[in-house]
Antibody, heavy 124, light 112 residues
Framework: QVQLVQSGAEVKKPGASVKVSCKAS????????ISWVRQAPGQGLEWMGW????????NYAQKLQGRVTMTTDTSTSTAYMELRSLRSDDTAVYYC?????????????????WGQGTMVTVSS | DVVMTQSPLSLPVTLGQPASISCRSS???????????LNWFQQRPGQSPRRLIY???NRDSGVPDRFSGSGSGTDFTLKISRVEAEDVGVYYC?????????FGQGTKVEIK
């Protein structure tokens, strides 16, 4: 079936980096993109950025520019999100979700499939 | 960025009674192709978000028909015709028309 499976929980110290993976199955990976969304404890959903699995184009939320990098490995149908210079307010559950293939072009299938979430805890 | 404003933020409901959540956008969500990319998501406690409705009123596969979406332009509504215990959770609207995608703050639905 169509699914996204994420890597396991991480505990990091302030200033460190974390890299979360999101493996797709059940659909043609390069026909879509992947968005990353995070949710701090007890808070709402925050869109972090998007990557096209077709051509690697990215677009990041302005507040994360310079600290986040999203990549894909089409040979394994896996997307990655790396966040650097971690702070305590980066503590959150990080989700990947299937999204549009092309920047600025909406897709009916966008956000129809989500990963199970990865808890990232930043603590000294 | 497009701001999505939901109301109410908390919604206590009686089992079997209807519930309604409003979502307003700071600008029209009509895309150049004529479609309106407004989604609704349900997030049950401890679970990932699940898409219920796409393009204002289209139910996703497996979504009970007690859920319905309506609206146009900047004003949208999610309705639950008869609330069941499994509907408890937080509901979010999200616009997918204007880059960057943005979510509403969420509406917590609980049973009275």
């Amino acid at each position: 079936q169509v699914q996204l499976v994420q890597s396991g929980a991480e505990v990091k110290k302030p200033g460190a980096s974390v890299k979360v993976s999101c493996k797709a199955s059940g659909y043609t990976f390069t026909s879509y993109g992947i968005s990353w969304v995070r949710q701090a404890p007890g808070q709402g959903l925050e869109w972090m950025g998007w990557i096209s699995a077709y051509n690697g184009n990215t677009n990041y939320a302005q507040k994360l520019q310079g600290r986040v990098t999203m990549t894909t490995d089409t040979s394994t149908s896996t997307a990655y999100m790396e966040l650097r210079s971690l702070r305590s307010d980066d503590t959150a559950v990080y989700y990947c979700a299937r999204d549009t293939q092309q920047q600025l072009v909406p897709d009916d299938d966008a956000f129809d499939i989500w990963g199970q979430g990865t808890m990232v805890t930043v603590s000294s | 960025d497009v701001v999505m404003t939901q109301s109410p933020l908390s919604l206590p409901v009686t089992l079997g009674q209807p519930a309604s959540i409003s979502c307003r956008s700071s600008q029209s969500l009509v895309y150049s192709d004529g479609n309106t990319y407004l989604n609704w998501f349900q997030q049950r406690p401890g679970q990932s978000p699940r898409r219920l409705i796409y393009k204002v009123s289209n139910r996703d596969s497996g979504v009970p028909d007690r859920f319905s979406g309506s609206g146009s332009g900047t004003d949208f509504t999610l309705k639950i015709s008869r609330v069941e215990a499994e509907d408890v959770g937080v509901y979010y609207c999200m616009q997918g028309t204007h880059w960057l995608w943005t979510f509403g703050q969420g509406t917590k639905v609980e049973i009275k």
